[in-house]
């Protein structure tokens, strides 16, 4: 009897315990066949941005081509069409990889229930994480909320090998009812990368022979091509964790890059054991935290959006996501804590906007991401520390090289000078705005709306005036070099978001 081979963030042929699965149980029925199916849900499709709705088809036309043409595309509810096409082909069962998400947990749920009442067998094998949520507990079987104890038990915990590929491959079997892709759409000037698992591939084998032995510092720096760029491939499952940690030596980028990895696993993680902090706070103090509305707070809001804020790091990030649907991690940062404690806008506008136009816009790594620096999620950055957008330009991007390449008004200017653009004779000319608001004014500002929580925090002056600004209430904050503040401030939406 037929396998069904039912394809979500898993697009990929090699290293797919899922893949594996249905094959033998397709040859051991006796024929071998599998029948391979994405599904778009039509009331989904609609809510992704333009550029993230292209480069899914990009990659489903890869997935399609290694799987010999035979890719079966199916429009519905997964709920419906999933157990139709299990009885179109009288399969036997119905493979996939596990999905840990609190609205895919309730619709595979009800997927194998319906599934069950003919008979057929709904088979997860594997997921998208080394080590799948649940799994890396405290002795007590409770789940880590701090980051640095997760990674040493997941470290402990250990992840298989990557898949081998089936024995003997399956016969794909195609149909003639398949409906085919959606339109791809008008990606309104973004550069959509390469989609695939061969290009995710490529790129891994292009960062393993350079950038990764300088990744602890590179990483850092929007200006050099220091980052890997495989997490809108992992995002999509065009390459498995497994496949990237089997490759990792022991010097000092490797094991940064590792953690990277483990990041986006500890958020999984979370959202697995809190899935209302998707959307909602998981310190829900800050939930009462002073927040800005209404015309004047949505004109700051498309600002920002549009890169148009006056700060030229904070509006090169914004253009560069609308230009490429990805951002710089370190660049993520400081636009988040411009949006919130520059702007004073709730962390949901900011993640729903990065969601939107991110082609690596995983909802678990945004979400608490987010949280992060809005002070309110797990290893929260304090509220107080508050990002200067220029002293981290002029750090981050020290010959402006970042700001010229996605502000072209700015092109004129050499030097870290691009970065104070009002301050270079003729620097605004050629249209570039000053900035919407004054840094140094708001940064106050939130500090105030932080002292006004319940259980507040004392605010106090810091001598560094970038990072971190204040202190908690009855515990001094030791001061930080900038250097191990920057390690820190790496927490946010990683390179693996």
């Given at each position: 009897?037929?396998?069904?081979?039912?394809?979500?963030?898993?697009?990929?042929?090699?290293?797919?315990?899922?893949?594996?699965?249905?094959?033998?149980?397709?040859?051991?029925?006796?024929?071998?066949?599998?029948?391979?199916?994405?599904?778009?849900?039509?009331?989904?499709?609609?809510?992704?941005?333009?550029?993230?709705?292209?480069?899914?088809?990009?990659?489903?036309?890869?997935?399609?081509?290694?799987?010999?043409?035979?890719?079966?595309?199916?429009?519905?509810?997964?709920?419906?069409?999933?157990?139709?096409?299990?009885?179109?082909?009288?399969?036997?069962?119905?493979?996939?990889?596990?999905?840990?998400?609190?609205?895919?947990?309730?619709?595979?749920?009800?997927?194998?229930?319906?599934?069950?009442?003919?008979?057929?067998?709904?088979?997860?094998?594997?997921?998208?994480?080394?080590?799948?949520?649940?799994?890396?507990?405290?002795d007590d079987g409770t789940y880590y909320k701090v980051y640095t104890p997760f990674y040493k038990r997941w470290l402990i915990?250990?992840?298989?090998?990557?898949?081998a590929d089936p024995a003997k491959w399956p016969n794909w079997i195609g149909v003639q009812t398949c409906d085919g892709y959606p339109p791809r759409p008008?990606?309104?000037?973004?550069?959509?990368?390469?989609?695939?698992?061969?290009?995710?591939?490529?790129?891994?084998?292009?960062?393993?022979?350079?950038?990764?032995?300088?990744?602890?510092?590179?990483?850092?720096?929007?200006?050099?091509?220091?980052?890997?760029?495989?997490?809108?491939?992992?995002?999509?499952?065009?390459?498995?964790?497994?496949?990237?940690?089997?490759?990792?030596?022991?010097?000092?980028?490797?094991?940064?890059?590792?953690?990277?990895?483990?990041?986006?696993?500890?958020?999984?993680?979370?959202?697995?054991?809190?899935?209302?902090?998707?959307?909602?706070?998981?310190?829900?103090?800050?939930?009462?935290?002073?927040?800005?509305?209404?015309?004047?707070?949505?004109?700051?809001?498309?600002?920002?959006?549009?890169?148009?804020?006056?700060?030229?790091?904070?509006?090169?990030?914004?253009?560069?996501?609308?230009?490429?649907?990805?951002?710089?991690?370190?660049?993520?940062?400081?636009?988040?804590?411009?949006?919130?404690?520059?702007?004073?806008?709730?962390?949901?506008?900011?993640?729903?906007?990065?969601?939107?136009?991110?082609?690596?816009?995983?909802?678990?790594?945004?979400?608490?991401?987010?949280?992060?620096?809005?002070?309110?999620?797990?290893?929260?950055?304090?509220?107080?520390?508050?990002?200067?957008?220029?002293?981290?330009?002029?750090?981050?991007?020290?010959?402006?090289?970042?700001?010229?390449?996605?502000?072209?008004?700015?092109?004129?200017?050499?030097?870290?000078?691009?970065?104070?653009?009002?301050?270079?004779?003729?620097?605004?000319?050629?249209?570039?705005?000053?900035?919407?608001?004054?840094?140094?004014?708001?940064?106050?500002?939130?500090?105030?709306?932080?002292?006004?929580?319940?259980?507040?925090?004392?605010?106090?002056?810091?001598?560094?005036?970038?990072?971190?600004?204040?202190?908690?209430?009855?515990?001094?904050?030791?001061?930080?070099?900038?250097?191990?503040?920057?390690?820190?401030?790496?927490?946010?939406?990683?390179?693996?978001?």
């Amino acid at each position: 009897m037929t396998s069904v081979l039912w394809f979500r963030r898993d697009l990929r042929v090699h290293d797919n315990p899922a893949l594996v699965a249905a094959t033998d149980a397709a040859w051991a029925a006796g024929d071998g066949n599998v029948v391979a199916v994405v599904l778009i849900d039509p009331a989904l499709w609609p809510t992704w941005g333009p550029a993230k709705q292209a480069y899914l088809i990009d990659s489903l036309t890869s997935l399609d081509a290694a799987l010999g043409g035979n890719l079966v595309i199916r429009h519905g509810k997964a709920q419906d069409v999933i157990p139709a096409i299990a009885k179109e082909f009288q399969a036997s069962s119905v493979h996939c990889a596990a999905d840990y998400s609190g609205y895919g947990i309730s619709r595979d749920n009800e997927i194998a229930a319906t599934l069950d009442k003919s008979g057929i067998d709904f088979v997860k094998t594997g997921s998208g994480y080394a080590v799948a949520p649940g799994r890396v507990t405290k002795d007590d079987g409770t789940y880590y909320k701090v980051y640095t104890p997760f990674y040493k038990r997941w470290l402990i915990h250990g992840w298989r090998a990557p898949a081998a590929d089936p024995a003997k491959w399956p016969n794909w079997i195609g149909v003639q009812t398949c409906d085919g892709y959606p339109p791809r759409p008008d990606t309104q000037g973004v550069l959509i990368p390469a989609a695939g698992e061969a290009a995710a591939l490529e790129l891994f084998e292009t960062f393993l022979a350079g950038p990764i032995e300088n990744y602890a510092d590179d990483r850092n720096r929007p200006d050099l091509a220091g980052t890997s760029k495989l997490s809108t491939a992992l995002k999509w499952g065009e390459i498995h964790p497994r496949t990237l940690l089997a490759r990792l030596g022991d010097s000092s980028g490797h094991e940064v890059f590792r953690k990277e990895i483990a990041w986006r696993e500890f958020y999984a993680e979370i959202a697995f054991q809190r899935p209302d902090t998707i959307t909602d706070y998981f310190n829900p103090l800050y939930a009462q935290m002073k927040y800005d509305t209404g015309k004047a707070a949505d004109e700051k809001f498309a600002a920002w959006c549009e890169g148009r804020t006056g700060y030229p790091f904070v509006d090169a990030g914004m253009r560069q996501l609308r230009a490429e649907g990805w951002m710089h991690n370190r660049v993520r940062m400081v636009v988040a804590s411009f949006l919130l404690k520059d702007l004073h806008i709730e962390w949901q506008r900011g993640a729903n906007y990065f969601f939107e136009w991110l082609l690596d816009g995983d909802l678990a790594s945004n979400s608490h991401g987010w949280q992060w620096t809005a002070g309110c999620g797990t290893d929260a950055s304090p509220y107080y520390r508050v990002f200067n957008p220029l002293g981290q330009g002029a750090k981050f991007d020290p010959n402006g090289d970042y700001v010229r390449k996605y502000i072209p008004e700015l092109a004129h200017i050499p030097g870290v000078e691009v970065h104070e653009p009002w301050k270079v004779l003729g620097g605004l000319d050629h249209g570039y705005p000053e900035p919407i608001v004054d840094h140094a004014a708001e940064r106050i500002e939130a500090l105030e709306r932080l002292k006004a929580l319940p259980k507040g925090v004392q605010v106090a002056q810091n001598p560094h005036g970038d990072d971190v600004t204040a202190k908690p209430a009855k515990k001094a904050a030791p001061k930080k070099s900038t250097s191990k503040q920057s390690a820190a401030d790496a927490k946010l939406i990683h390179d693996f978001e």
